[in-house]
């Protein structure tokens, strides 16, 4: 194979698997910063969703093409017509993107874009921590209902047991008040 061969693959692959894709998430998302906090998970999400929308542009664009012409087409180098067609999305959608801001390197990202930030927790230790809340409730819930225990013994379960949803409501009410603020 020799080297203009390898470079039309190359630019062809790219075409066909990233470039729309990328230019129309940068249109829609201009807000997405791939520097700074959270970067890596933001690459991560805008190379993932490059690859889907170019591969569903690319196939959208080639039922289209294969209904709407008579004779179909022929998706080669010698016959781009797919390949001009999403070089003419992806030129599009970065002029778009360049539009709404999406390629300046000095701004920004807007609040609350970043990582989801749950005050003390983060989303996964307070659902574990809820979790964990949860089970001791159904704990202790069984002990007061199967067991047969003295007075003092069921006052402790029954103070336990208020701690359990006392904590269980403020979690909630601190999560509510988290998604309320702007």
Same mark, same amino acid.
Do not use: C, K, N
């Given at each position: 194979?020799? *080297? ?6 190359? !630019? ?15 249109? @829609? ?6 520097? *700074? ?8 999400? =805008?190379? =993932? ?5 170019? @591969? ?5 664009? +080639? ?8 004779? *179909? ?32 390197? +000095? %701004? ?6 970043? #990582?989801?930030? !749950? ?9 574990? /921590? ?5 089970? $001791? ?14 007075? #003092? ?8 047991? /208020?701690?359990?949803?006392?904590? $269980?409501?403020?979690?909630? $009410?601190? %999560?509510?008040?988290?998604?309320? =603020?702007?």
């Amino acid at each position: 194979m020799d *080297g203009l061969a390898i470079l039309e693959a190359i !630019a062809g692959g790219l075409l066909l698997f990233f470039v729309p894709g990328f230019a129309l998430s940068r249109a @829609v998302f201009p807000e997405w910063r791939l520097r *700074g906090p959270g970067a890596a998970l933001r690459q991560l999400e =805008t190379v =993932t969703l490059a690859f889907v929308l170019s @591969v569903t542009l690319t196939v959208l664009v +080639g039922v289209a093409l294969l209904d709407g012409t008579p004779a *179909g087409f022929a998706g080669a180098w010698s016959d781009p017509v797919l390949e001009g067609i999403l070089a003419g999305i992806a030129a599009v959608a970065f002029g778009v993107g360049w539009a709404r801001g999406a390629y300046r390197a +000095g %701004r920004a990202e807007p609040a609350g874009a970043g #990582p989801l930030d !749950a005050g003390e927790f983060g989303a996964w230790e307070l659902d574990r /921590e809820l979790e964990d809340l949860a089970r $001791q409730e159904r704990r202790i819930v069984h002990a007061l209902r199967v067991r047969s225990v003295g007075p #003092p013994e069921a006052a402790a379960l029954r103070d336990e047991l /208020e701690r359990v949803r006392s904590r $269980q409501a403020e979690l909630g $009410q601190a %999560r509510e008040a988290e998604y309320a =603020t702007p």
